[in-house]
């Protein structure tokens, strides 16, 4: 492991189990990303290849790693979290963006959703968690907007969630208003921390280690110049079906299965039969019922969208997941918001608004961003995420950069490494 990593995670670890401050929300990264490596999926990245680089968007974490991965449920392994995007950042949280809101397979949750998309806007902020603690991130919200007087204008709270009970005690609750809040205060633009880190902490992706991806396209001035941002929570996909750049790289590492090194399988459901990590190293593994899981893609862009064009965008997010490998599986939570920044405001003593909408005949260059940086983003949230230990004793393997190459330079997929803005 980079000695760097090793440090900033060891350092996050000590913090957060002592439950004193929080991670930093954002953070150099540590561990290269998919660009660097040279697999850059086309199109040409933003400033931080991130959706911060949709002006004015901020992003916070907060990340929660405590406990005994040996300790019962209840008062076990904790590796969850709270990511906050707020569209406007926190000057601007009570100034609505046009947005709106695509499910390629509705296992999942997304609170608010149902009046995002009935007045095609979103107020306040999107939140990323746990599936058990949407609704304590929920109320958090409203009692951060309560403090700034802001309770009314922020609305109902978009909170959207993934299943992290591999590795997380997802039945002890860990997550507290505090925890939301200081994903909120601390959201800022530029760099955005990934992988194991907030709602990612303890996210499972195509069997291996994943979380939180970010990747970001800037359109020629030919096409208007714009730029679209993609943050996702990654937590979905089959390992046999794990493809990069049409590369079947989950046929070419098919062993590092998540696994169990404790006295007993951890639970529940369709990880109930994990095999013990001793046997799982280095043997190719049978195909067994995997995917379980979702994935939950927040798409922002400075074009003047409006909330039926913003469908549209969202609706080529699962065009993205597909050529990585996802199929929208029956116990996928698979859900898309996307927003635009344009502003809605009308002048001061005005109840009318004039806005702009992009020609659809414009729109083509924004999908094929999308696809690209969400398929980026995916990669950047593996590549970003070290092995971990967690509820029980269960273990997800890290994806290996090194066996990662290899199999992009065997099919001759791997491009001139790119450096990470």
Not at 249 to 262: A, F, H, K, N, Q
């Amino acid at each position: 492991m980079n000695p760097f990593r090793l440090s900033l995670l060891l350092g996050a670890v000590s913090c957060l189990s002592l439950g004193s401050a929080p991670a930093e929300a954002q953070s150099p990264q540590a561990r290269p990303r998919a660009r660097d490596l040279g697999i850059t999926f086309g199109g040409q990245p933003g400033p931080n290849n991130a959706i911060t680089d949709v002006s004015g968007v901020e992003v916070g974490h907060t990340t929660l790693i405590s406990g005994d991965p040996q300790g019962p449920r209840g008062k076990g392994a904790v590796r969850t979290g709270v990511t906050a995007v707020l569209p406007r950042g926190k000057d601007g949280v009570s100034e609505d963006v046009f947005a709106a809101i695509y499910s390629l397979n509705g296992n999942g949750e997304m609170t608010g959703s149902h009046w995002l998309t009935e007045a095609g806007q979103l107020a306040g902020p999107v939140m990323l968690t746990n599936t058990n603690d949407v609704g304590a991130v929920r109320d958090s919200v409203i009692s951060w907007a309560m403090k700034r007087g802001l309770e009314w204008e922020l609305g109902l709270p978009v909170v959207a969630e993934t299943w992290d009970g591999l590795l997380h005690d997802i039945y002890g609750f860990h997550v507290k208003a505090a925890h939301a809040h200081r994903a909120l205060d601390g959201a800022r633009g530029g760099p955005v921390a990934e992988g194991s880190v907030g709602g990612g902490t303890g996210m499972v992706c195509h069997s291996f280690k994943a979380g939180i991806g970010t990747a970001s396209r800037k359109l020629p001035e030919s096409d208007g110049g714009y730029t679209v941002g993609v943050l996702l929570q990654c937590n979905y996909g089959a390992r046999h079906l794990f493809t990069v750049e049409g590369v079947p790289v989950g046929e070419e590492i098919s062993d590092l299965r998540p696994c169990y090194t404790g006295p007993k399988t951890p639970g529940p459901g369709m990880f109930k039969n994990l095999p013990a990590c001793a046997s799982s190293r280095g043997a190719p593994q049978p195909r067994t019922p995997e995917g379980a899981g979702s994935i939950i893609v927040v798409v922002a862009t400075d074009a003047p969208l409006l909330p039926h064009q913003l469908e549209r965008l969202a609706k080529r997010v699962p065009l993205g997941i597909g050529k990585m490998g996802g199929l929208g599986a029956n116990s996928s939570g698979d859900i898309f918001v996307a927003f635009s920044t344009q502003r809605l405001k009308p002048p001061a003593g005005k109840s009318v608004a004039s806005v702009s909408a992009l020609d659809n005949e414009r729109m083509t260059p924004l999908f094929e961003a999308t696809i690209q940086a969400t398929q980026e983003a995916i990669l950047n949230s593996m590549l970003a995420s070290d092995t971990m230990t967690g509820a029980e004793g269960s273990r997800v393997y890290g994806l290996p950069q090194d066996r990662l190459l290899q199999a992009m330079k065997k099919y001759g997929r791997l491009a001139k490494p790119s450096p990470t803005p």
